[in-house]
């Protein structure tokens, strides 16, 4: 039976996005102070500096619009299953992304809470293969098995499970 995510994710990504925003907020006044001191000496006018304004305003207003799209999107299209063999996961809002983890190729499995999710009361679980280290982009650690955000308690389960399935015993099934 497919199994979705903690309703929690959708706030860890929209925290997410104010970071994004506070650098893009930096970046954009480190770059507007120094126009609005120079149009101000040249012109003694800003209605320049008041249109690159109003131009941030709704390119945030916009940006937010859209990652709130995204995260509702991304949070209806992430699934993951637990079969005999293997954990399978199907994710995806543009590209959609099908993987198949044999339990006979996972070494470890490791349980994350950061302090956003510790708050919204779920658990990111990493399940580390056989010769899987490195991300998709070169760079980096990565975990070929990877569920964002479940149940604190489920965590746990899914960690005994793959581990029982991993050493052989018999399990209890999820």
């Known amino acids: 039976m497919k199994k979705q995510l903690h309703e929690g994710v959708k706030w860890f990504w929209r925290v997410q996005l104010i970071w994004a925003l506070v650098i893009f ?8 102070i120094p126009l609005s001191i120079e149009s101000n000496i040249e012109s ?5 500096f008041k249109g690159l304004v109003y131009l941030g305003f709704i390119f945030v207003i ?5 990652w709130e799209i995204w995260v509702r999107m991304a949070y209806a299209r992430w ?7 293997n954990l399978r996961q199907e994710r995806g809002v543009i590209w959609k992304t099908y993987s198949n983890v044999p339990y006979e190729r996972i070494q470890n499995v490791d349980i994350r809470r950061g302090i956003v999710a510790r708050i919204m009361g779920f658990s990111s679980v990493y399940i580390q293969t056989a010769g899987y280290s490195v991300g998709a982009n070169g760079k980096g650690v990565s975990s070929e098995g990877y569920i964002p955000a479940v ?3 489920e965590a746990e389960k899914i960690r005994d499970f793959i581990m029982h399935k991993v050493s052989g015993k018999k399990s209890k099934g999820l």
């Not at 699934?79 to 063999?85: H, I, L, R, V």
Request: net charge negative; with cysteine; charged share 10%.
């Open 151 to 153: 149940e604190i308690q």
């Open 44 to 48: 003694g006018s800003n209605s320049f």
């Open 25 to 32: 907020s930096v970046c954009f006044a480190s770059f507007l």
């Open 79 to 85: 699934f993951y299953e637990f079969t005999d063999t």
């Open 62 to 66: 916009l940006f937010v619009i859209i």
